[in-house]
């Protein structure tokens, strides 16, 4: 494979663990769509590349648990990658009644923009604290006025590229 899963493996020791270990196809991927330092294009090219290789019998193989689902995993991933394009595609997007609302810290909420570039730059300019692994900041997209249902957060790592993307139904 052309990615590794452990260069999504944000824990140290869990690195350190699992190095040299089998690691199922499904907890691969489960690893490498929770990593919160890798971008989420990265982890898109790995989990598309895992998608592509694997079949439903090597996803069989492994322990996780799905909540409310009663798919096949392969087929929960697919709607997973699928779902993440479209908020990358978002985020770019100028689509007429949406702006973009920059937090810094997950506390502090700035200024709406009506761009991606816009929201991206006021976070760069207000976030003071590079040594923290924490993630700086994120950016919120949503509908001007109304209840929008397509509202994503977007979470931002130390070199301001997106590393997860929630949905999520916002009524102000």
């Not at 997973?80 to 007429?96: G, P, Q, W």
Request: aromatic share 10%; proline share 2%.
């Amino acid at each position: 494979m052309k990615y590794d899963v452990l260069d999504f493996v944000d824990s140290n020791t869990l690195h350190e663990m699992l190095r040299g270990k089998e690691i199922a196809p499904a907890v691969e991927c489960i690893l490498i769509a929770k990593s919160r330092k890798q971008s989420l294009k990265l982890k898109l090219e790995a989990l598309t590349e895992r998608a592509e290789v694997y079949t439903d019998a090597d996803f069989d193989a492994g322990i996780y648990n799905i909540p409310d689902y009663t798919g096949s995993f392969s087929e929960l991933l697919k709607i997973y990658i699928s779902k993440m394009r479209n908020a990358l595609e978002k985020a770019d997007s100028t689509e007429e009644g949406y702006v973009f609302q920059a937090i810094l810290d997950f506390a502090e909420h700035k200024d709406i923009f009506t761009s991606w570039a816009d929201a991206v730059s006021c976070v760069h300019n207000g976030y003071i604290d590079e040594d923290t692994d924490e993630e700086p900041c994120g950016i919120i997209r949503r509908k001007i006025n109304g209840n929008a249902h397509d509202t994503i957060m977007y979470t931002l790592n130390k070199k301001y590229e997106i590393t997860v993307a929630s949905y999520y139904e916002c009524e102000d």
